[in-house]
């Protein structure tokens, strides 16, 4: 990957981790797989992105080992364990950003599914653990702007999701 | 920034954050304020990149509130609590890396001064509690590889240091 040569004199797992996730636009392909969008044309409605850079980014994820690929013609894409555990990190991400751009009021979320909802720190609230992100539910928060976008995956998100279920889009 | 534009419609607090911190070179400018880098010629050196994406990145880092410049002439570049906040998301990021390329033989340990070491998780193995970036001290660890770099900041490196405490490299 292009930014691979640049940071290899970077003795450093940060720079590693950077090589894989830090291209334009791979982390969200990444969350979208988290949301549970599996196809490539849903990726494309929902992310805005050129067929091009979309189809090399899931083609390096694939050959990185954080994505499997299954099923020809229109195949599927999800996460491996790799892939997913990237979740602390992105939800660290997620936290920072929300607390940055709209303070007091999330965009999206999260809930440890039937016990409590998660803190800042990916905690649950009731039961103290970092569930895995299978047992966590997303949906809308206060800060959440449903008039910015209306495609499949969008409205489908309109409702809680149980993280790396499959949204039902068709 | 460039990627402002691209991600302006994804009603997602990931990109917001990506906008801020997605850019090639700002995680590891940012991780190197972790590390106790000021000095623009230092980041450079540790870095190897160009001084005018080197001078970009610190400009939009300052405009958005993550570090401030203090000093004329040779300023000094210091994290403010906007950018400490990122630690855990850094952490994350670091420690999936190390899984990923250096499985078993993580490439820096972190350790909470007078306490113990961290987990994976970013927990103090000790008390349990998750330090914040002042009480931790980095130092290298069984997959560093000392012979990738000579810079001042890369030998200075080579012994313990506290987190956000200026190094000492003149």
């Known amino acids: 990957m292009p930014l691979g040569t ?10 590693r981790a950077l090589e894989i996730v830090g291209e334009r636009w791979t982390m969200l392909i990444l969350r979208d797989c988290f949301l549970g969008v599996r196809r490539f044309t849903d990726f494309q ?21 954080l994505l ?22 992105m939800f660290a991400l997620l936290q920072w950003g929300d607390r940055l751009t709209t303070p007091g009021a ?14 800042p720190d990916g905690r649950c609230e009731a039961c103290g653990r970092h569930p895995a992100p299978r047992d966590v539910e997303a949906r809308p928060g206060p800060g959440a702007d ?16 149980r993280l790396l279920e499959p949204l039902a889009l068709r």
């Open 6 to 15: 640049d940071y290899a004199r970077q003795d450093c797992s940060l720079a």
């Open 45 to 65: 409605a929902h992310l805005d992105i050129s067929r091009a850079v979309l189809s090399a980014r899931l083609e390096a994820l694939v050959a990185d080992g």
């Open 68 to 89: 499997t690929r299954t099923g020809s013609g229109h195949p599927s894409y999800e996460l491996t364990e790799t892939g997913i555990a990237l979740w602390p990190a």
């Open 106 to 119: 999330p965009r999206r979320l999260y809930r440890h599914v039937g016990c409590g909802d998660l803190g």
């Open 146 to 161: 449903p008039t910015l976008r209306d495609d499949a995956v969008s409205v489908a998100l309109r409702q809680p999701h």
